[in-house]
């Protein structure tokens, strides 16, 4: 049986605040700098992207069921296709995870940048084709997924109460909104709604889950428990938040944790929800995208690597690309002479140079320290590639196939039936030649 991926620390006291002086407190929240809440950045648009075209229609929308109580709530912003002046043939486009509601306005100019010159963004291109596009956004993208598949459930219904005519829908999301409009089209099929969906399309989601470096993810709550916010969201708001737990395949609980790291409850929880509802829709033919490389090459960063070194005096803090197995292998520390944080992880893989969509999540994080950092290490890998297509494992056990090469994939190594990999590995979400031209392709025909 393989040994649980797992994360031990080590603290010098009960607590870290507990073994610095107020000095040392200061130094150490200081020199990890931004206290906004960390990775929560909304997509910046892209070079010549211009502005948002103005929808004809906005839904405000409430999720059709409760999850552990919470009803999440959103809205939709309707972009009829040329010709059309009613709904016709709607494509349900879902927003991702990230902090707080969606910004649809930047979704909009996101997807519809322009990847060549000449060429109409992605949306337009639907829209020339006879495609209605209907952005879905969520109040709180970062709540539980069950709660916003409920706003995905409602979309669809309105939807076909708005749709003149039969012609079938597209439903599908970018990042986590791949993994809510499964959810919602699985569990519709489970209850007998009918949810007239031909096909499904999942734009790089983590099927079996995403990646952020866990000594990124201890640094976020150190500097949260070490400089607490009273006017907003804390730095680790995101990480705690309960979409993370469910998207990321190895989450740390606090910067004192240690012991297994794919044990979250609520990714347990959602795991076998989705189970029980089907796994995937089976009505629809179901499209995957991936930002990565299908060739089983992955961005070359030697593991266990220093990104983050910083030596300030006697302060010494270190983060490091994630080893690739063994046990008790350091990934980070924070020192005055002697350590007073170490943590090190055991039998989990090299995910940070993984082929997939990335993540800037190392140079966000040295932007916020002040500190200079390589470019090729500012990215790592966020999606891997085989997470995107959905290959056919366990959520839970499936690090050993990180690096698999998908260009002869078998259809029954795959839970999609067609998937399209970028030709390098790209950032998280990002709009390229390649998938956007292989999608269209895919929905000329509809």
């Known amino acids: 049986m393989a040994e649980e991926p797992r994360i031990d620390v080590e603290i010098n006291a009960r607590t870290i605040e507990s073994s610095l002086t107020p000095e040392q407190v200061q130094r150490v929240a200081s020199a990890l700098g931004d206290p906004g809440v960390w990775f929560a950045t909304p997509p910046a648009p892209s070079s010549g992207a211009g502005e948002a075209a103005r929808p004809d229609f906005v839904w405000e929308l409430v999720g059709d069921k409760p999850h552990r109580g919470h009803i999440a709530t959103g809205r939709a912003h309707v972009y009829l296709a040329e010709a059309h002046s009613a709904l016709a043939r709607p494509l349900i486009f879902a927003d991702g995870f990230n902090y707080g509601p969606?910004?649809?306005?930047?979704?909009?100019?996101?997807?519809?940048?322009?990847y060549e010159k000449g060429v109409p963004?992605?949306?337009?291109?639907?829209?020339?084709?006879?495609?209605?596009?209907?952005?879905?956004?969520?109040?709180?993208?970062?709540?539980?997924?069950?709660?916003?598949?409920?706003?995905?459930?409602?979309?669809?219904?309105?939807?076909?109460?708005?749709?003149?005519?039969?012609?079938?829908?597209?439903?599908?999301?970018?990042?986590?909104?791949?993994?809510?409009?499964r959810y919602a089209l699985a569990r519709m099929e489970s209850e007998r709604i009918d949810h007239q969906t031909d096909k499904y399309f999942s734009y790089d989601t983590p099927h079996l889950g995403a990646w952020i470096p866990l000594v990124l993810q201890q640094l976020a709550y150190l500097h949260e428990s070490?400089?607490?916010?009273?006017?907003?969201?804390?730095?680790?708001?995101?990480?705690?938040?309960?979409?993370?737990?469910?998207?990321?395949?190895?989450?740390?609980?606090?910067?004192?944790?240690?012991?297994?790291?794919?044990?979250?409850?609520?990714?347990?929880?959602?795991?076998?929800?989705?189970?029980?509802?089907?796994?995937?829709?089976?009505?629809?033919?179901?499209?995957?995208?991936?930002?990565?490389?299908?060739?089983?090459?992955?961005?070359?960063?030697?593991?266990?690597?220093?990104?983050?070194?910083?030596?300030?005096?006697?302060?010494?803090?270190?983060?490091?690309?994630?080893?690739?197995?063994?046990?008790?292998?350091?990934?980070?520390?924070?020192?005055?002479?002697?350590?007073?944080?170490?943590?090190?992880?055991?039998?989990v893989a090299a995910f940070d140079g993984a082929p997939g969509?990335?993540?800037?999540?190392?140079?966000?994080?040295?932007?916020?320290?002040?500190?200079?950092?390589?470019?090729?290490?500012?990215?790592?890998?966020?999606?891997?590639?085989?997470?995107?297509?959905?290959?056919?494992?366990?959520?839970?056990?499936?690090?050993?196939d990180l690096y698999t090469d998908l260009r002869e994939l078998s259809k029954d190594d795959?839970?999609?039936?067609?998937?399209?990999?970028?030709?390098?590995?790209?950032?998280?979400?990002a709009v390229s030649k390649a998938l956007v031209e292989w999608f269209v392709a895919q929905l000329a025909g509809w």
Request: hydrophobic share 40%; net charge neutral; glycine share 12%.
């Open 121 to 181: 963004g992605l949306l337009d291109q639907l829209r020339t084709l006879g495609i209605d596009v209907v952005l879905l956004g969520f109040d709180q993208r970062q709540t539980y997924m069950q709660a916003n598949a409920g706003v995905a459930v409602a979309c669809v219904l309105r939807a076909l109460a708005e749709r003149q005519g039969d012609t079938p829908l597209v439903v599908g999301g970018a990042s986590m909104g791949g993994l809510v409009t």
């Open 357 to 400: 969509g990335t993540l800037d999540a190392f140079g966000r994080v040295a932007d916020a320290m002040g500190l200079p950092v390589q470019d090729r290490f500012r990215g790592t890998c966020f999606v891997p590639s085989v997470s995107a297509v959905a290959l056919a494992r366990d959520p839970r056990h499936w690090q050993a």
């Open 414 to 429: 795959t839970f999609l039936d067609t998937f399209c990999c970028d030709t390098g590995n790209h950032p998280h979400g």
């Open 102 to 114: 969606s910004d649809l306005n930047a979704m909009w100019r996101h997807f519809n940048a322009p």
């Open 226 to 347: 070490l400089q607490p916010r009273h006017d907003g969201a804390g730095q680790a708001e995101l990480i705690r938040s309960p979409a993370a737990q469910q998207l990321l395949w190895a989450w740390a609980e606090s910067a004192s944790y240690s012991g297994q790291v794919t044990a979250s409850p609520l990714r347990k929880e959602f795991l076998d929800d989705l189970r029980r509802i089907g796994w995937f829709p089976m009505r629809p033919y179901k499209l995957g995208l991936a930002n990565g490389t299908g060739d089983g090459s992955g961005p070359h960063l030697k593991p266990g690597t220093p990104v983050l070194d910083l030596g300030e005096g006697p302060l010494r803090l270190v983060a490091r690309i994630q080893p690739d197995m063994g046990e008790l292998r350091n990934v980070g520390a924070i020192g005055f002479g002697e350590p007073v944080w170490t943590s090190a992880t055991s039998h």
